[in-house]
DNA sequence: ATGCCGTACCGTGTACGA
């Protein structure tokens, strides 16, 4: 298979960052990108922008909160809104999971629950939420060893204590806390790779920084954006990076792209 | 310089983010 370069971005509002995320594009010339927190419904989502560039897009939004999206120059099928038995939050399937085969790799393009509080319901949320999510990547590997499978988004863990700027910060608070820590586990346990790491090793090494508090220029941030690659996939990895440039200047999202190359 | 919060919404405030 010819190499592929693939792509995962939380750009917090695909309208306000349009500008950006096309001369993103243009710049990095990825072939799939996973998109989270597109922060719109179809009706306002710039298809164009997509187009005009050379790639296809499916989008998954239904009101003006989270939003998923997966732009690809090298095909789109099969596209699936929502994860079997995906868990609702007052009582809906949110537009948090999309997914699409790109060039024969199953892309997820996923928003965890951000989970609030510890003892909010959010937080209970979160964790079925990703807990349902990992029965179903595991059951496609169950079926398919061979799958070619990209868990990729901003999943709101800190699987690791050098995973944020400091510990003491996040003494109970979310994205530390040992169940959510041993719900992302449970993917590396079915077999799923994080084939970023290996590639841009901690400490100190982030994917997002808060607005607030001169968290980036202070490098205060937090690896929360993850590919979680299939056996099969991780096979292809021959190098990835977090594009903290792109978390600079003027009208940047709080998170960084992250992208992948496959052989 | 990497620079002092941002996004969307019938909205001059509120919800949400992590």
Redesign the pocket.
């Known amino acids: 298979m010819e190499p592929v370069k693939i792509a995962t971005w939380?750009v917090?509002?695909i309208?306000?960052?349009a500008d950006r995320v096309e001369a993103w594009l243009q710049r990095t010339d990825v072939d799939v990108l996973a998109i989270q927190?597109t922060?719109?419904?179809d009706e306002?989502f710039p298809w164009e922008l997509f187009e005009k560039n050379g790639y296809e897009v499916a989008h998954f939004g239904l009101d003006?909160?989270n939003g998923v999206a997966i732009a690809s120059r090298v095909g789109l099928e099969d596209v699936e809104r929502t994860f079997v038995k995906q868990p609702p939050f007052k009582e809906v399937a949110e537009a948090r999971a999309i997914a699409a085969t790109c060039g024969g790799v199953r892309i997820w393009s996923l928003y965890v629950?951000?989970g609030?509080e510890l003892g909010d319901p959010?937080m209970q949320y979160k964790l079925e939420w990703l807990d349902v999510l990992r029965e179903h990547a595991a059951s496609l590997l169950d079926a398919d060893p061979g799958a070619q499978v990209a868990l990729m988004g901003?999943w709101?863990v800190?699987p690791e204590d050098h995973d944020v700027w400091d510990m003491a910060f996040f003494e109970g608070k979310?994205?530390v806390s040992g169940p959510e820590r041993a719900a992302f586990r449970a993917f590396l346990d079915a077999g799923f790779v994080d084939v970023v790491r290996p590639f841009a090793p901690g400490p100190g090494v982030y994917t997002?920084w808060?607005?607030?508090?001169?968290r980036?220029?202070?490098?205060q941030g937090?690896r929360?954006d993850f590919v979680l690659a299939s056996p099969a996939l991780a096979g292809r990895v021959t190098g990835a990076a977090i594009d903290r440039e792109e978390r600079?200047?003027?009208?940047?999202?709080?998170?960084a792209p992250v992208i992948v190359d496959l052989d």
């Open positions: 939380n917090n509002s309208r306000a960052r927190e922060k719109t419904k306002s003006q909160w629950p951000n609030r959010h901003d709101n800190a979310t994205h997002y808060d607005y607030t508090q001169l980036f220029p202070k490098k937090m929360i600079k200047g003027k009208g940047a999202s709080d998170h």
